[in-house]
C-alpha cells in the first residue's frame, strides 16, 4: 500500500529523517515508536505531503504521491494536536470537510461522531474547546470518510479513558475491515493488544521493523515492551541484534505494487 | 399691398438708379463675372444657386452681391474667388470652397485689399488656404460667416480671418475650424471681436501681433492647436471670453507676450494646460476671472510687473500659479483659491493668514518638469506640507494677503 | 477552488475586521463628499485613500489573516487538496472580501456622489490595488513563519512603495534633470503599482496639467488604447507574479 525508499529530511541541523526505507500494506496495525524528536511526526506528515522529504521517495500504490494529491483520498488522518478555523463551529468544520473530500461512494462512517456524541455539540465554537474534544473532532474526521489508510499522531493522548475505550475498539474495528493503520506513541501499553508490527525510529534512523510475534518469539518476552526494551538494550550495547533490525519485505513491496 | 408692389416694380425698372443683375442658368447673366462688369454701383448681383467656377473676379464697384440658396463659388483649386478692393461692397450668402494654395503667396478665397466699408457676411468659406484675408482696410464687417480649412500641416493651412494693417473691423459671430490661425490680427487697431467661436485650429483661436486699442469680447476659443496668443499689444480688453480645452506641451489658454495696459475680466479659463501664460507683460489687470480645472491657472513669469490679479476664482487647477523666478512684482489680492486652508476668525470674509499659490511642487516641476509623474503622490504632499511651514524654495512675496474663505459669484459660461 | 474560498470569505467575514474597514471606508468617502461642497476635492482626499490606505490595509490585514489560518491549511493539507489550490483559495478569499469592502465603502460613495471617469478609474485602481497589495503579502508570508517578522516584511513594502520609493524618484529626476528622461520616467512609474495607479487616475483627473511638457507623453502612451493595455498588463503581472512566487514557494515548504 505505502512504499517509503530511502527517506531523507533534514531541519536545518536536525537530521529528522536518515536513510528510512519501509513498506506498508493492508492489514498491518503498525505502531510507530521512539523518543520526542525521534522523527515520528515527520515520516507520518512525509507520507501526508505535509512535510518535504529532501530525498528518496513515497509509492502509495504503487504511484510517487509527489506530484498528486488524489491518494489522499485514501487516508485518515488525526494529527497530534488538531488545529482548526477559530472562528467555525465543529459541525461546520465536519460539513467543510465532507464538501473538500471527493467521497465517492457516499456512505459516512458516522459511528465516532456519534459515540463520542458530536450530535449534541455540533453548535460549540471551535476556540472554546478543550484540547479532549478537538482530539475527538480529529478522529471523527479521520474515520469518517472510511478511508483505507487510516494514519493516528498520538490517538490517546488528551483523551479521557472513556473516550480512548471507544477510540481503541474503533480502530479494532477498521483492523478487522483490512485496513492499513499507522499509529504513533511514544507509550506502547495501551495499544499492545492492537498492535501487528512494531517500527522504532530513534534520530531519525529506523531501528526495527518487525511482526510483534516475531519480536515476542526471538525474545521470549510475552510483553511487547519489555521485548522491544530488551532489543534495544541488546542493540545498543554491541551493536548487533539476535534478530535482523528490519525485516526484508521484498514480498510486501510486490504485493502493495 | 397692390401698390408697394407696383412701386417696387418701377423702382426696379428705373435704369441706372438701383438695378437688380439676376445670375443663373437661363438669366439674363451666365456668369457673375459678366454681371460684375455689367454692373454700375449701387446695383445689386443676385445669384442664383448653383455651381461657379471662378478664377479670381475683382470687384471694385460699389455693389451688393446677394447669394439665393448659397451658390457654390469653386476655385478649381487654384484660383483665389474674389479680390474686393473699393468701398460700399457687401458679399452676402455665398458658399466659397476649393479656393487655391500658394507657398508663394497668401492665397485666399477672398482678398480685401485697400477698402473700406465692406460687409461680408452669411457666407459659408471651405477648404480655402486662406478664409478672407484683408489688408489695408477700414471700417468693416465680418459677421455670422462660417469657416473650415484644409486642417493639415501649420505651413500649408492659412488663416481664417486674416486681417492686416486695419482699423476699425468688426468680427463678429464667425465660427472658424480647421485653420492655421482662427482669428489673425497684425497691426490693427479700434476693432472689435465678438460672440466669435473658434474651434479646432491648427495653431492659435486667436493671434494678436502689434494691435492696440482692440476688444475682444464673448468669443470661445476651444480646443485649439496652442489656445490664444496676444503679443506686442497694448490696450488690449479681453472681457467675458471662454478659453476651454487648449491642450498640448505649448498650449495656453490665453498667451500674453509683450503686453501692456489691458484688461482681462470676466473670462472662464477652463480646462487649458495653463491658463494665462504671461511673459514680459505690465500693468494688466486680471479681474472677475473663473479659472477652473487647468494644468496650470496662471503662469507669470518673472519678466512680468505690475500685473494684478484681483476678485478672480481660482477652482481645481492641478497648480494655481507657477513661476520662473523668485522676483515677484505683481499683486495677487482677494481671490478665491479652493487649496486655501486657511481660517477667518474674525468672520470679515477673508482668511487671516496669506495664500501661497506657488507650491513647492511646481517650483520642482518648473526645474525638472519629468518630476510630473510624481504628481498627486503622498511624497509630494508631504513636501508641499513642509514648505507651507516653512518656506525655503517658493517666493516668498508671491501670496494672497487677504484671500477669500467663500468663492465669488462669477458667471461660468459652460 | 471556490469551495474554499467560500470557506477564507466566511471565516473572514466572521472576524468582523473586515466589517470594520468597510464601514470606516464608508465613513470616510460619505462624510468627505458631505462636508466638502466641491466634490472635486473630496476625491483628491478619496485619491489619498485609494493610494495609501487600501495598499496598508490590504497587506496588514492580508499577513494577519495568512498566519491566523495556519490552522485551516493545516487541516485542509491532510486533505487531498493540492496546495496551489489552497493558497490560491486564501488569496481569492481576501482579495475578494477586502475589495468587495472597497466596492462597497468607496464604490456607493463614488456612485452616488461622482459618477464619472475619474470616479470610475478611481474605484477600479482601489480594486486592482487590492488584488496587487494582498498578492504581495501573501508573497512575504509565506517566506516566513513568525507573524512578527511577517508583519514587519509586510509593512516595511507598504512603506516602500508609498513613500521611499517615489522620494528616490524625485532624487533621481531632479539630479539628473539635464538629461532625457521620458523614457526613463516611463519605465519608473511601471515599477511601483501605486504610481501607476496614480498616474491612470490622474490622466482623467489632471488631463490638463499633464498635457503639458513631458505630460503630454504620458497622455500619448497612457492615453492611447496599447498605454491603457499596458497599464492593465503591468498591474496584472504586479498581482501574478508575487502570487505565482508565493504559490512556487507554499509548495515548497514544509508545514
Known sequence: MITIKNLHKKFKKLHALNDVSASFSRGQVVSLIGPNGSGKTTLIKSILGIVKPDAGSILFAGKSIDKQVAYRDNIGYMPQIGRYPDNMKIGQVIEMVKNIRNHKDGTLDDELFFDFKMDEMQDKNMRSLSGGTRQKVSAVLAFLFNPDVLILDEPTAGLDPLASEILKDKIIKEKKKGKLILITSHVLSDLDELTTDVMYLQDGKLHLYQTVENIKQQTGETRLEKAIAQVMKRYLKDGTATIPMTENREADYAKAI | MKNLFLIACVLMALPGLCRTLVVGKGQTYSTIREAVAAAQDRDTILVKKGTYYINNIVIIKSIYLIGENYPLLHGADKYEIFTVSGKDITIKGFHFTNSGYSAMNDFASVKIIDASNIIFENNRVTNAYFGVHIANSHHFTIRSNYFNGLTKSEQTTGNGIHLWKCNNALIENNEIHGHRDGIYFEFVTQSLIQKNFSEGNIRYGLHFMFSNDNWYVENTFKNNGAGVAVMYSKQVHMLLNHFDSNWGAAAYGLLLKEINDSKIDSNTFYQNTVGIYMEGTNRINVTNNVFKANGWAAKVQASCMDNTFFHNNFLSNTFDVGTNGTLVLNTFNNNYWDKYEGYDLNKDGFGDVAYHPVSMYSTIVENSPNTLMLLRSFMVSLLDKAERAIPSLTPENLRDDQPLMKGLKLKEKK | ?255
Open chain 3, 1 to 255: 477552488m471556490l469551495k474554499l474560498s467560500k470557506y477564507v470569505l466566511y471565516d473572514i467575514v466572521r472576524s468582523k475586521v473586515i466589517i470594520a474597514y468597510t464601514l470606516f471606508l464608508m465613513a470616510v468617502s460619505f462624510s468627505l463628499f458631505q462636508m466638502e461642497d466641491n466634490s472635486g476635492k473630496a476625491v483628491l482626499s478619496l485619491l489619498n485613500i485609494v493610494l495609501i490606505v487600501v495598499p496598508l490595509i490590504s497587506m496588514v490585514f492580508s499577513t494577519i489573516h495568512y498566519y491566523n489560518s495556519y490552522e485551516f491549511i493545516e487541516l485542509m493539507l491532510s486533505q487531498p487538496v493540492s496546495r496551489t489550490k489552497i493558497l490560491l483559495s486564501e488569496y481569492l478569499g481576501t482579495a475578494l472580501s477586502l475589495s468587495s469592502s472597497f466596492l462597497i465603502g468607496v464604490g456607493i460613495p463614488v456612485v452616488l456622489f461622482y459618477f464619472n471617469s475619474t470616479g470610475i478609474s478611481l474605484v477600479l485602481t482601489g480594486c486592482l490595488l487590492t488584488f496587487i497589495f494582498t498578492s504581495l503579502a501573501f508573497f512575504t508570508s509565506v517566506q516566513s513563519r513568525d507573524k512578527a517578522r511577517g508583519i514587519g516584511a509586510a509593512l516595511m513594502l507598504w512603506f516602500y512603495f508609498a513613500l521611499i520609493y517615489d522620494g528616490l524618484v524625485l532624487l533621481v529626476l531632479f539630479t539628473f534633470s539635464d538629461y532625457p528622461l521620458e523614457k526613463l520616467t516611463l519605465l519608473l512609474s511601471s515599477l511601483n503599482p501605486v504610481d501607476l495607479g496614480r498616474i491612470f487616475i490622474m490622466l482623467k483627473m489632471d488631463i490638463s496639467a499633464l498635457m503639458g511638457y513631458t505630460g503630454a507623453m504620458y497622455k500619448d502612451f497612457f492615453g492611447s488604447g496599447t498605454g491603457a493595455l499596458y497599464t492593465i498588463g503591468i498591474m496584472l503581472l504586479w498581482m501574478i507574479t508575487p502570487l505565482l512566487l508565493a504559490v512556487r514557494s507554499f509548495n515548497r515548504k514544509d508545514l
